[in-house]
């Protein structure tokens, strides 16, 4: 379950969305579910139409309003509870007792008669999503100013949220999604961040095109058609995101890194140490502005948390010249100078030593324990770059490998810094992310792929058994599902590996029922056993490419070949 906490100081603009149609009309039978004992007893079972809902709202805010106090930050406290998709659909009779449960443990009861209780209600009005397919959830909205006119205590009030989430999940058998459960923090998005980047982008290009018209004169209809137009379907961090796992993947140093990212199209800032700018601490990535707006930027641990720098530079040559090289690529992606140091021609291994590698370090893993975190989050980290590489080389658009990618890479961004070198050698894959996109060359590429993917498909389900073993339900059952999807449709677009003989297996068959998505059950051995191949996408032509190629500055894959330079 999680919570999203807001604060603010109009009860009555949050009732009215909770109880209007939303943004775009994907609320459904809105309803008072639960609250405090007098808000239960008027609306509860009750429409909430304009009057009724401006009498809650006025119910809710009377608190506040008759005592005259007033609170910092605003005395409406609103929280949203989102429970998995994975738990299908609850009952009304379930949210009212987890919302009650949930008042309890924030403090904002009346704590047995010992002080006032808090005005609150919890508002349901369907699945969230812009469709209303989305998750399961309901709305407390809370007059942080009690009864007696004494204000709640809400110091830490995100932290007991969340501690009050788990113990809500366990009592109620729930799929548990917190951190201290996994060890883990996925850095989330925001959809209004794809809508901003759109709005730019169109305003940009409208001024670019005929500068003689002003955004702000035109309607709101045109605007917001300008502004579809511009909406990609991908987040911009997600993009951003496979771009920079698969140069970390392929660099053997920071320098490299560097040079392979600005090769990319992305734009480039880095962060000094306090006084020295040979010092570099962290760096910002941004896409490449279509029509002159303004960049974008994010840091790379907002991005992600495994692609912060210090943990990217546990893989890399660490030396003082390196450093010294680092900086100086560093200082002239800044100031949008060429490379300084051109990197020398590096020789990818061969697929089949590839693939040799992955299966030796498959066996390695073997003896590496479920609660050694590090380990496993590092071999997901490198993982996850291969495939990102790979994706990069062969997607125009974003695909299976890059959502598989994308989804290991959520069990490698653990909440803590690692505390010592993982076991696992890096260089396995980032030979094989440099041999996936050589093996382009060759004559027959999705052969040489199917060969190192196959081994990869077990590195894989070797890191989802780990997380299944130690109860880390929620990230062992989204890489199962990728497994059954993304890395089976990679499969079964690759040619054999076993000279021609393709086992014939059918993609896991999706039912939907009232309220919870059942899968056909596979016996995870059988997956494994069907991976005959590497992952390219149904379609791909023999140069393994799934189409034209879009300019670098037009916000899509870079799929022209990427050289085996050392940051050419």
């Known amino acids: 379950m999680i919570p999203n906490v807001t604060r603010g100081d109009r009860m009555h603009g949050l009732v009215n969305y909770l109880a209007g149609g939303g943004r775009h009309n994907e609320h459904t039978d809105q309803h008072v579910l639960a609250g405090d004992d007098w808000t239960e007893i008027r609306f509860t079972d009750t429409e909430l139409d304009r009057s009724t809902t401006a009498e809650l709202a006025r119910q809710l805010d009377n608190g506040a309003a008759a005592s005259g106090v007033r609170m910092k930050g605003g005395h409406v406290w609103h929280c949203s509870l989102a429970i998995s998709k994975h738990d299908g659909v609850l009952s009304d009779d379930e949210w009212h007792q987890i919302a009650h449960e949930f008042i309890e443990q924030m403090g904002f009861d009346d704590a047995q008669g010992a002080k006032g209780a808090c005005m609150w209600a919890a508002v349901r009005h369907g699945l969230s999503g812009k469709d209303g397919d989305g998750n399961d959830h309901i709305h407390i909205a809370v007059n942080l100013v009690r009864t007696d006119g004494t204000k709640a205590w809400i110091h830490n009030d995100f932290r007991r949220a969340q501690q009050a989430c788990r113990k809500i999940e366990q009592e109620h058998g729930l799929e548990e999604l917190g951190i201290d459960r996994t060890k883990a923090a996925t850095r989330g998005w925001k959809p209004g961040e ?278 880390d339900a929620y990230l062992a059952r989204i890489t199962l599902e990728a497994q059954k999807d993304d890395m089976m449709r990679i499969a079964q677009a690759l040619p054999a590996g076993d000279g021609g003989r393709r086992r014939t297996t059918a993609p896991p068959t999706v039912t939907r029922t009232a309220d919870k998505t059942t899968r056909r059950t596979w016996d995870v051995d059988e997956l494994v056993h069907a991976t005959r191949g590497a992952a390219i996408p149904a379609g791909l032509s023999a140069t393994g490419k799934t189409s034209p190629p879009p300019h670098p500055s037009r916000g899509g894959n870079d799929t022209s070949r990427q050289s085996n330079q050392r940051g050419g």
């Open 194 to 471: 794809r809508e901003a980047q759109a709005r730019r982008r169109a305003r940009a290009k409208l001024h670019y095109e005929s500068p003689e018209i002003s955004w702000g004169s035109l309607p709101v209809q045109e605007r917001q058609r300008l502004t579809a137009l511009q909406l990609q379907a991908d987040q911009p961090r997600n993009r951003l995101a496979d771009r920079i796992r698969a140069a970390a993947s392929q660099s053997h140093d920071e320098a490299e890194f560097v040079r392979r990212l600005r090769r990319q199209g992305v734009l480039l800032r880095p962060r000094y140490a306090q006084g020295d700018r040979s010092v570099v601490t962290g760096y910002s990535v941004a896409e490449r502005p279509m029509y002159g707006e303004r960049p974008i930027w994010y840091g790379g641990g907002t991005i992600a948390r495994d692609l912060r720098l210090p943990v990217l530079r546990q893989g890399w040559t660490d030396s003082i010249a390196a450093a010294g090289a680092a900086a100086d690529e560093w200082n002239a992606a800044l100031r949008n100078k060429r490379v300084v140091h051109p990197g020398q021609d590096d020789m990818a291994p061969l697929p089949q030593d590839a693939a040799a590698a992955i299966a030796r370090l498959n066996n390695g893993l073997k003896s590496v324990s479920p609660d050694d975190r590090e380990t496993w989050a590092h071999v997901a980290h490198e993982t996850a770059g291969a495939l990102a590489s790979w994706s990069r080389a062969v997607e125009s658009t974003p695909g299976p490998i890059a959502y598989a990618s994308r989804t290991l890479a959520r069990s490698a961004q653990t909440y803590s810094k690692p505390q010592r070198p993982p076991h696992a050698e890096r260089s396995i894959m980032s030979g094989a992310a440099l041999a996936f996109v050589a093996s382009l060359d060759s004559d027959n590429p999705r052969l040489l792929q199917s060969v190192m993917y196959r081994q990869i498909f077990k590195t894989a389900d070797m890191i989802r058994r780990a997380m299944d073993a130690r109860n």
